[in-house]
């Protein structure tokens, strides 16, 4: 059960509230942080939602879900980190926009809390970089949706300590995660892999090998995937996924990390997955 640990999230989207969900369950008071009102909203219902799934399931009784629910706060204003030991940050795929909230949050956090990311591709050095704590800074890339999801790939950073390392693998597992520590490089282990099966999947549909349908039947059949790459690609966002393969491809600057030029038709079109329903398939 938590300590005195306080823990801040930035961001109510899917995977923000997938983690605030997570630290609530396990005891942690948490303040869940975003700029717009509507989004905390939509955040609580969904861990609400979420909650309500786990009663069903039987993983979790009835008469908790109220006290999971009460120990999370919502915030507008980034000074809300103040008192947290504990920030996790997860905002949008965005370089700048996590440069600009690293900077800032360094300033509002107490001097000995840890910054994490969970940025699913970019460099963690880089975003350590922006702050005066660059040792107290790692990545803690929790997989999606949140709740389900046993893995999160812990990152160091060129600089980040040992403390913090050990304080971050320790957090990961008291709530109920299985931590894997891995190092600073574009994509770092989950998405290296993970994204070129999913461009090359987005490759064979454009080429006409195969339907989106039979693409993602042969890897769940043939490869026991639960779930077919370009389905899973509609529930990350076919952005998102751009936006890593675009990480991949610069950082590494080797063209088998090319996105599919289809994958890239698709974003501008608006036809991100699952959260504009429609993708690859329709929703």
């Given at each position: 059960m938590a300590g005195a640990d306080r823990i801040a999230v930035l961001g109510a989207g899917q995977m923000g509230n997938g983690i605030a969900h997570v630290f609530a369950q396990s005891?942690?008071?948490?303040?869940?942080?975003?700029?717009?009102?509507?989004?905390?909203?939509?955040?609580?219902?969904?861990?609400?939602?979420?909650?309500?799934?786990?009663?069903?399931?039987?993983?979790?009784?009835?008469?908790?879900?109220?006290?999971?629910l009460d120990r999370i706060a919502t915030q507008t204003s980034l000074e809300a980190v103040a008192g947290a030991s504990l920030v996790i940050e997860a905002v949008?795929?965005?370089?700048?926009?996590?440069?600009?909230?690293?900077a800032d949050v360094d300033r509002f956090a107490s001097p000995n809390a840890i910054l994490a990311t969970n940025t699913s591709s970019i460099s963690i050095t880089e975003i350590a970089a922006r702050t005066k704590r660059a040792e107290?800074?790692?990545?803690?890339?929790?997989?999606?949706?949140?709740?389900?999801?046993?893995?999160?790939?812990?990152?160091?950073?060129?600089?980040?300590?040992?403390?913090?390392?050990?304080?971050?693998?320790?957090?990961?597992?008291?709530?109920?995660?299985?931590?894997?520590e891995v190092q600073d490089y574009p994509g770092f282990v989950a998405n290296r892999v993970l994204m070129p099966m999913i461009n090359e999947a987005v490759y064979c549909l454009m080429e006409g090998v195969g339907t989106a349908e039979?693409?993602?039947?042969?890897?769940?059949?043939?490869?026991?995937?639960?779930?077919g790459p370009l389905a899973l690609a509609d529930l990350i966002g076919l952005?998102?996924?751009?936006?890593?393969?675009?990480?991949?491809?610069?950082?590494?600057?080797?063209?088998?990390?090319?996105?599919?030029?289809?994958?890239?038709?698709?974003?501008?079109?608006?036809?991100?997955?699952?959260?504009?329903k429609r993708g690859f398939h329709a929703y």
């Open positions: 005891g942690y008071p948490v303040t869940m942080i975003d700029i717009s009102p509507d989004a905390l909203a939509k955040g609580r219902d969904t861990i609400g939602g979420n909650l309500d799934r786990q009663i069903k399931k039987g993983t979790l009784a009835a008469s908790d879900k109220s006290a999971v949008t795929e965005n370089r700048e926009l996590k440069f600009k909230i690293f107290q800074v790692i990545g803690m890339h929790f997989m999606n949706p949140v709740p389900v999801m046993q893995l999160v790939e812990v990152i160091r950073g060129l600089a980040t300590s040992d403390a913090t390392t050990a304080r971050v693998l320790e957090l990961s597992k008291a709530v109920g995660k299985t931590p894997v039979s693409i993602d039947t042969v890897m769940k059949l043939g490869m026991n995937h639960p779930m952005d998102t996924c751009l936006a890593i393969l675009e990480v991949l491809h610069d950082g590494l600057g080797d063209p088998k990390y090319r996105p599919c030029p289809l994958l890239r038709k698709y974003v501008a079109a608006g036809w991100l997955g699952r959260k504009t």
